[in-house]
């Protein structure tokens, strides 16, 4: 503690007003989206690059624990910091450069994603990876995490548009991983190790990003199925007539009950409370004719009800009930545990069957949403933590739900990582000599454990854990 406090000092002579003790803001960041709040003992806005090493250099040197912060957007804890120390909170690092000529984004890590997006649309380029939190999440938070989207199964995910990152290791040292071009085969890729590592393998302060041309044409179609398994059954059906919609999202009836509960409306007139499967095509005018010929008469063959959006606008209505799922199933239950799953597509049917068998051993409401393209579901277990049996039955159902995953062939997170949340299913997961190999890469790049210690590898109980009581502007969503 006295070290620590020595510490802090040595940094407050070094950064002056970058470092804050006061309680306000230690609060403020001693939690994310899971809500996990774990105080640190200060929190560090670094105004120039160069003050993140020098950060760095120091903890490394004290041994203080450094959590890197984005946005606080992360839905399994990563970002609190559960060993407390010092909080790095790259939010202020945002400049964002196109390089209209060669396609590229050049930006530091606090960029947030919308702004990336924005940026490059302005000049007709396209930067795909799409998380619903992207008008707050960082480019940093999306690297750390290896963030995806509705785009995903199309387009692919942040780990695919990244060409170049800079940063520092946990030992303050400056390190460029690749360049600003698009190919790179010169030694070891550790590029591809920091992407989805969770911020305890380095710090990313600036990345190059690639962007594609912006896709000209868009359109979007509602299907509505009278249940789960017929839907997820005529999805695998689509993806075998080599159609490769730019999204493909699936809700179940639950999630489109809980949306028509909130709204007062139909989410498809006529075919109240079905699942439905909303599609979106995007591309040249010929691509998009042909693709849409293929699409219709599939929806002809399998769904009960179809209509096509006639509008931008009318697309964007039918892209607001997607958007209002989230919010919506708190009708439900005071906590939602967001389990973000991914199944192979030979299981889809399989896995309908057993959510509804998960569904009436837990007796919990567990509406279930997500990318069909590329099966990552977000399965959402509802619960209130005031009633034991409840959080009982949801700590059993969640258990039960990634032995399951595993067990089909599929992975236990798609895109939030593992954070605290998921430390007890890490090893279900991976095999001993897996997560021995991952000790081993954390121990050589960060010998003294500074970075995010208590993350992904030491098991965490949330349940014991409680959880903050707070409003996030991102709650809506
Ligand atoms: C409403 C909502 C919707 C969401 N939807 C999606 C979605 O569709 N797809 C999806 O993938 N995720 C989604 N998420 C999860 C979350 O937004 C993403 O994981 C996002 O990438 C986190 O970014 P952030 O800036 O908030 O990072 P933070 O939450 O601040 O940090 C997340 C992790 O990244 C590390 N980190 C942050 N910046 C850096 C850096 N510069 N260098 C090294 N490590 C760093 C942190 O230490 C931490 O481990 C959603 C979350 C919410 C709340």
Redesign the pocket.
Known sequence: MALLSAATTQLKRRLGAAVRTDEKTRWEASF??AKLSFLPAAVIRPRRIADVGAVLALANRHRVPV??????????G??SPRHGGWV????GLRRVRIDAEAGLAHVQ??A??AAVKAAAEAQGWFYP??????E???????????????H?GKYG??RDYVLALK?FLPTGEAVEWGTATKKFSAGFNLRDL?IG?????????EAVLKLIPLPPVRWTLLTAFPGETSALGAARALFARRIQPAICEFIDRFSVQCVERATGKSVFPGQAGRSVILIELAGSVNEIDDQKLEVLAWAQQYAAAFREARSRAEAEQLWAVRRQC?SAMYQLGDAKL?E?IVIPMRQYERFARFLDRLRRQSGLPIPTFGHLADGNL?VNILFHPDRPAESRAAERAVQCLMETVVAMGGAIS????I?LAKTPFLRLQHRPAQVRAMLAVKRALDPRGI??PG?MFEVFQIWKHPRVQVR?P??T?
């Not at 707050?136 to 509705?150: D, E, K, R, S, V």
Request: charged share 15%; aromatic share 4%; glycine share 20%.
């Open positions: 994310d989206s959590t890197v912060r984005g946005r606080g957007t992360s839905l399994t990563s970002a790095v909170d790259l939010t890590a606090g947030t994603n990876p799409d998380p619903s939190s992207r707050y999440c960082t480019i940093g938070g999306n690297i750390a995490c290896n963030a995806g989207g509705m995903g995910v942040t940063g920091w590592s969770e911020g305890l393998l380095g710090v990313v302060t989230s967001n973000d977000h798609g895109e939030h990582g954070g970075l995010n993350k996030l991102w709650d969503q």
